[in-house]
């Protein structure tokens, strides 16, 4: 179970999958750091693996969690949707080494669509996507932005918003023809991006 996980989503029971945010899971021999910033530079708390339950550093279970297949676990969180008592489900996945040859310089000067029910989205990075207009409109110095950034070997496609990041979704492979994400937050488990011509 060693190695790093990332949070997919997160089902309160209600029917309704949510996004809360990163969240990574870092394992190491029963050790589970908890991460819920992109450069985890700093820890949110760590817990204990001990069969089938999480406990804090006073030996307290705190919630638990079940081993679906060796890249997939679901932690269970006992806590509160509207009001009413819910066990929040989350999906956590193993954080695979992106499968490529590129560099994140070439990745960066490809553009890559994805047509999601009929609706396309171009991936362009490093670059501002609202024009002067809009900026100036909603009194922002940043719109949106697409970067590519990493950890480990694993490159992630993130997505800024007013400067800040918003949500960053794994790369699966990437090759000069396409792109393959995986794990995306309250959606399939993989989607692929073609290179614009």
Same mark, same amino acid.
């Given at each position: 179970?060693? $190695? ?10 209600? !029917? #309704? *999958? ?6 990574? @899971?870092?394992?190491?021999? $029963?050790?589970? /750091? ?8 700093? #820890?949110? =708390?760590?817990? %204990?693996? /001990?069969?089938?339950?999480? @406990? ?39 954080? !695979? ?6 560099? #994140? ?5 490809? =553009?890559?669509?994805? =047509? /999601?029910? $009929? ?7 490093? *670059? ?10 909603? *009194?922002?110095?940043?719109? !949106? ?18 400067? %800040? ?7 699966? !492979?990437?090759? =000069?023809?396409? @792109? ?15 290179? #614009?011509?």
């Amino acid at each position: 179970m060693n $190695g790093k996980w990332i949070l997919k989503d997160v089902d309160s029971g209600n !029917e #309704k *999958k949510g996004y809360p945010g990163f969240q990574l @899971l870092e394992i190491n021999n $029963g050790n589970v /750091d908890i991460y819920t910033d992109f450069s985890l530079k700093e #820890k949110a =708390t760590t817990l %204990k693996m /001990d069969n089938g339950n999480f @406990l804090n550093h006073n030996n307290e279970k705190t919630s638990k969690y079940e081993i679906v297949n060796e890249n997939h676990i679901k932690w269970f969180i006992d806590g509160k949707s509207n009001d009413k008592d819910a066990i929040f489900e989350c999906d956590f996945y193993r954080l !695979e080494p992106t499968i490529t040859t590129l560099k #994140k310089e070439d990745i960066e000067k490809m =553009t890559f669509v994805l =047509t /999601d029910n $009929g609706r396309e989205s171009e991936f362009e990075f490093n *670059k501002e996507l609202w024009d002067k207009e809009r900026l100036e409109r909603f *009194k922002r110095k940043e719109g !949106e932005k697409k970067m590519i950034e990493q950890i480990d070997s694993t490159f992630f496609v993130s997505m800024y918003f007013n400067g %800040k990041r918003n949500g960053s979704i794994p790369i699966k !492979e990437v090759t =000069t023809e396409l @792109l393959k994400l995986y794990a995306i937050p309250i959606g399939p488990m993989e989607m692929i991006a073609y290179r #614009k011509k």
